[in-house]
């Protein structure tokens, strides 16, 4: 599986973006997939997970509220809606592929290249 971010950018507090992830593959639904990001100087953190078929979800405590992650299993495509965006959530977002659903990033198999997100105050 190949995994390609986009929709990255600059915007200020308080706004929003929504993030890509687009999975090669005719297998995408059997897969598990995450958002991850890193912040400078920081560790990798988990930020929010969906089942392969989309009924399940799960938030870091960080976003709940604000972020929404969704697929499209005929598009191949991964989503990360992002409002009310914090000068904290400023960071190197990944998309992860796995077998399991989980926050842990070492159970992810596959990931993509990453897109800055950058919110200025």
């Known amino acids: 599986v190949q995994l390609v971010e986009s929709g990255g950018g600059l915007v200020q507090a308080g706004g929003s973006l929504t993030l890509s992830c687009a999975a090669s593959?005719?297998?995408?639904?059997?897969?598990?997939m995450g958002w991850f990001r890193r912040a400078p100087g920081k560790e990798r953190e988990f930020v929010a997970h969906i089942s392969g078929s989309g009924s399940s979800t799960y938030y870091v405590d960080s976003v709940k509220g604000r972020f929404t992650i969704s697929r499209d299993n005929a598009k191949n495509i991964l989503y990360l809606q992002m409002n009310s965006l914090k000068p904290e959530d400023t960071a190197v977002y990944y998309c992860?592929?796995?077998?399991?659903?989980?926050?842990?990033?070492?159970?992810?198999?596959?990931w993509g290249q990453g897109t800055q997100v950058t919110v200025s105050s």
């Open positions: 593959g005719r297998t995408f639904s059997r897969y598990a």
């Open positions: 992860a592929a796995g077998s399991y659903l989980s926050s842990l990033s070492r159970l992810y198999d596959y």
